[in-house]
């Protein structure tokens, strides 16, 4: 089968590119800059550049009908944000192949972390305590009613934009730096103690035919997982098909938890990829996307993992109190999500594709880049913040 991948700079997408390659498929991907890791696969068989979706969207959606029709795709897989704007123009690509990704609607409410808490109440699954802010005095307010709270703009992703005061992460932003507005809200929640775990789900047509659950116990400032571990926990499985029932859904999502003493918690759902696809076999994945099985879901055992190497390395430089822990996670025989035996380059495309940065630097006029304009920088030209799409 032949199959094009979209937006193929970041970890997760490797898994989906060598977990397809593998199993004998053609992979085909695209992104907006040569540099980007996953078109430098030895599994992508043609890279493409296109321009970005976020500032040229007809464009963009015109080089995948050309890509399309000139190579005979029989399925397009987005692995990413990108995929609001191919979901916005499903119908016309949807004439020209299987496309795997929902409706618009279903995209945006699951995205959506006040529609999300939303639809999450109403159906009956567990999550803290929420209010939407669309002002600075909501803002101080909301925070009022919660001894413990954390706050994320309502859309965002990754760990770039979180306040609150619990935790390691408490004041590493200041409610001071935070401005709501009808535009742009935010989303207070009370802050429920307990552990993170994550899932990664495929879904076919409203049923979930491949899942993984996920702990990250070793993170990068706190911010986001660089080591990735399955687990054990059916609960996630029955909640995450919960939501693809109720949405329809189809294609991929992703879900992050609070593991309390009695249930896991819903903090917020992406729907795309994520690290869990690089736990899942070749032949589990591969054959949920090409033959999918409602009846038998493919569910990835515990005790897979992988980790992000350079991210270990740079935690070293960065806090060297955590060197001991970083050298036990480098030296464990882990695979690396970037750089595998027999596919190295894209681990030096990852170095490489830094260009990207300064690219985000210029486009956005920062002069000096914090920790979080690294992770914005990564997918600046791909993301969907709720802007209106063309």
């Known amino acids: 089968m032949k199959i094009l991948l979209t937006s193929v700079r970041l970890p997760h997408a490797l898994g989906v590119i060598r977990a397809l390659g593998r199993a004998g498929h053609e992979v085909y991907a695209t992104d907006t800059f040569r540099t980007s890791p996953g078109l430098n696969s ?3 068989k043609q890279a493409f550049i296109t321009e970005s979706p976020v500032f040229e969207t007809l464009r963009f959606i015109e080089q995948l009908e050309e890509i399309i029709k000139e190579h005979k795709i029989d399925m397009l897989l987005p692995c990413f944000e990108e995929v609001f704007y191919i979901a916005k123009h499903r119908d016309q690509l949807a004439a020209l192949t299987d496309v795997r990704c929902p409706s618009f609607e279903s995209l945006a409410k699951l ?8 639809l999450t109440r109403d159906l009956s699954l567990p999550i803290a305590e929420t209010r939407t802010v669309t002002s600075d005095d909501q803002l101080r307010e909301a925070i009022e009613v919660f001894p413990e709270y954390f706050g994320r703009a ?3 992703r990754g760990g770039v934009e979180l306040f609150t005061n619990t935790g390691p992460l408490a004041g590493k932003i200041s409610i001071d730096e935070v401005h709501p507005t009808p535009d742009s809200p935010w989303v207070v929640q009370e802050f429920v103690h307990g552990e993170d775990l994550c899932s990664f789900s495929f879904a076919h047509e409203g049923e979930i035919v491949a899942h993984s659950t996920y702990r990250h116990p070793l993170t990068i400032e706190h911010a986001g997982g660089i080591v990735f571990e399955s687990v054990d926990e059916p609960r996630s499985l029955e909640i995450a098909q919960t939501y693809a029932r109720e949405t329809q859904f189809h294609g991929s999502v992703s879900f992050d938890y609070l593991k309390s003493e009695d249930d896991l918690y819903m903090v ?3 729907p795309r990829p994520c690290a869990g696809v690089t736990l899942m076999s070749s ?3 591969s054959g949920a996307v090409t033959a999918p099985n409602p009846e038998h879901p493919y569910v990835v055992p515990e005790g897979e993992s992988a980790q992000i190497d350079s991210a270990i390395l740079r935690n070293m430089f960065r806090d060297p109190r955590e060197i001991p822990e970083d050298l036990h996670y480098l030296f464990s025989g882990t695979k690396d999500v970037y750089s595998q035996k027999g596919d190295r380059l894209p681990g030096l495309y990852q170095i490489l594709s830094y260009s990207h940065v300064f690219a985000f630097r210029h486009r956005m006029h920062v002069r000096h880049h914090k920790h979080s304009d690294l992770m914005a920088a990564q997918f600046f030209d791909i993301a969907w913040d709720g802007e209106e799409i063309k």
Do not use: M, P
Not at 111 to 118: M, R, V, Y
């Open 154 to 156: 309502a859309f965002s």
């Open 111 to 118: 995205h959506n972390k006040e529609s999300f808490a939303d």
């Open 268 to 270: 917020e759902c992406n």
């Open 283 to 285: 032949e589990g994945f």
């Open 42 to 44: 030895k599994y992508v």
